[in-house]
């Protein structure tokens, strides 16, 4: 099957750093996305990585190891308004339409 | 600016109902999608389309119907509301194979 694993939940503190990982278990593979989604909003497309290393975009990066099969999203400088969810897709599968989805890191940021 | 729009943001109907949800794009976007999103399940495809009259089932197609007529609509249909299809309904569109998406506002339906 088809699986993606991020943590359901992180914390942090305003100004600091945090990783988001996601593992995942594809029959096929193109890429790996992640999207942010406030509560009550659509989710948005953050970055998204096709080979291995590090895409930095301003205050975030997201980083890939095909090898490994994981990938994680750096967010620098935490500000309240990066409280959020956030999703990690990879683009494989069956179907290179698609995206699979995680379920979700919920992000509480601390003042 | 991309723009998907979604004809509801809350609905609420009865069991048995046949319901009509519509999504719209302004972008000239090959592919359209429609998900739903559960707590803790994130975003579950139910059928996409990749072109105008096709359409393709996603992982919970079941209960579901969809029609694609004209390349800016995408519509999905409840045949006969059932309350597990109480949910938030998401519509996304992109080009091509892209693997950025853009979603609409999400529409809430409440089966009861």
């Known amino acids: 099957g088809q699986s993606l694993e991020q943590p359901s939940e992180v914390t942090a503190v305003e100004g600091a750093i945090v990783q988001i990982n996601c593992t995942y278990q594809?029959?096929?593979?193109?890429?790996l996305s992640w999207y942010q989604q406030h509560d009550g909003g659509a989710p948005t497309f953050l970055s998204y990585?096709?080979l291995d290393g590090l895409e930095e975009t301003g205050r975030f990066s997201s980083f890939l190891s095909r090898s490994d099969s994981y990938g994680y999203l750096l967010l620098q400088e935490l500000q309240m308004k990066d409280s959020a969810s956030y999703f990690c897709?990879?683009?494989?599968?069956?179907?290179?339409?698609?995206?699979?989805w995680g379920a979700g890191t919920k992000l509480i940021i601390k003042p | 600016d991309v723009k998907v729009t979604q004809s509801s943001r809350y609905l609420v109907k009865r069991t048995g109902e046949k319901v009509f949800l519509e999504c719209v794009q302004d972008?000239?976007?090959?592919?359209m999608f429609w998900y739903r999103q559960d707590p803790g399940l994130g975003l579950r495809l139910i059928y996409f389309?990749?072109?105008?009259?096709?359409?393709e089932k996603g992982d919970i197609p079941e209960g579901y119907s969809v029609s694609r007529e004209k390349k800016e609509r995408f519509s999905l249909i409840l045949e006969s509301a059932s309350t597990n299809q109480t949910s938030m309904y998401l519509c996304a569109s992109s080009f091509d194979r892209s693997y950025e998406q853009y979603f609409g506002p999400g529409t809430r339906l409440t089966v009861t």
């Open positions: 897709a990879v683009r494989g599968g069956d179907s290179n339409y698609q995206l699979i």
């Open positions: 389309s990749y072109d105008v009259k096709m359409k």
């Open positions: 594809t029959s096929g593979f193109y890429g």
């Open positions: 972008m000239d976007h090959e592919n």
């Open positions: 990585n096709a």
